[in-house]
């Protein structure tokens, strides 16, 4: 039975930090495991970003020849700038029992809550690092494009229409600050021809399907986020220095609201990797647990998530009869150089 616990509280632990996050965080639409290409372990991983050419005259004396601008597709080294830990212990006996009585384990119980309050953090410094990316000019306040009930959805086809014009005609998303997301749901109850509500499926990693509500405009998938994650820039609390304690983020000092926040679907991408590094457990629960029943049990986690989990030790807690989790979460957005020109946001200073 010992083995058998310690197999299930890594399992059910791995699904959490693995599942929690993506549900929970709005912008887990930009997770794309086509773009990202993992190692097993390691900080830095593999993008690719594919360039377009433009056509030059044919010379039929020299025949084809190179002229700098036939599109490109390159692989190129992407460290993801947050590095974030969280740790926990649950003490032996309570998982032992949530075992024996069929109950859910209290390590992936508080694991969900974690990652739940994760989601936030992920949230808000994906919204911050895109907007940093965002061009000077493609910036506007809510004074320049309007937010009220009255005028949002011109607003919507004004911010179509530019997309458009820097030569992207595909599907947007659109990230809404909550308050103004509630003048959409007021135009839509006064017009309802102008937008529908769907389901949106996507597979953020393999083998992991979630859905998402959102309206579609057009072009434009207008997707609701807490007003909470909508900071033009965001501060992470470190967790251990004076005043920093409680971990998390906050806004950044200056910072504005993001009321809009437009991202053409290949303009931007989100990587988010867990790396347990140690699952400690009590010396009484390794009786039995040799190491081939660890790979053979636990060894196809990475591989089924495409590397996005990695395990890389259980060990012997030497310090309390508790299983304890250390985890640490590596993550961040980035966006595509010659993309950034199709990004757009509506902004509102906050007082």
Partial sequence: MANITVIEAAKAYSSQVVREPLINSIFSLLVNPDVFKYEKFGKETM???VKGGTASNYDKNAGFTANGT??????????????????????????????????????????????RNMAGEIDAT????????????????????????????????????????????????????????????????????????????FSPIKGLELETRVVKYNNLIIVRVPDTRMFTAVT????????????GYVKAEGASYIDMLVVPAPAAALSVRHFVANLLVPMAYTEGLTAGVVETELGGVNNLTDNTVAFSNIGI???????????????????????????????????
Avoid at 236 to 247: N, R
Wanted: aromatic fraction near 12%.
């Fill in 236 to 247: 992470l609390l470190d967790g251990k220095s004076e005043g920093q304690e409680a971990g």
């Fill in 47 to 49: 993008v690719r970003e």
């Fill in 126 to 201: 994906t919204a911050a690092a895109i907007f940093a990316n965002i061009p000077a000019e493609n910036v506007y306040t809510s004074a320049d494009l309007k937010l009220d009930k009255d005028n949002i959805f011109q607003t919507l086809t004004d911010l179509e229409a530019k997309v458009f014009n820097k030569g992207y005609a595909g599907d947007s998303y659109v990230f809404v600050r909550s308050t103004d997301y509630s003048a959409i749901t007021a135009a839509l109850l006064a017009n309802n021809a102008l937008a529908n509500q769907e389901v949106l499926k």
């Fill in 317 to 351: 807690n030497q310090k309390a009869d508790a299983f304890e989790y250390q985890t640490r979460m590596i993550y961040g957005a980035m966006t595509f150089e010659s993309w950034k020109n199709t990004l757009f946001a509506v902004t509102t200073a906050i007082a």
């Fill in 70 to 115: 036939g599109g490109s597709a390159e692989w190129k080294p992407f460290v993801a700038p947050y590095d974030r830990e969280m740790t926990f212990a649950v003490d032996a006996m309570d998982e032992y029992n949530a075992v024996r009585e069929g109950f859910e384990l209290s390590g992936a119980a508080i694991a969900k809550q974690n990652m």
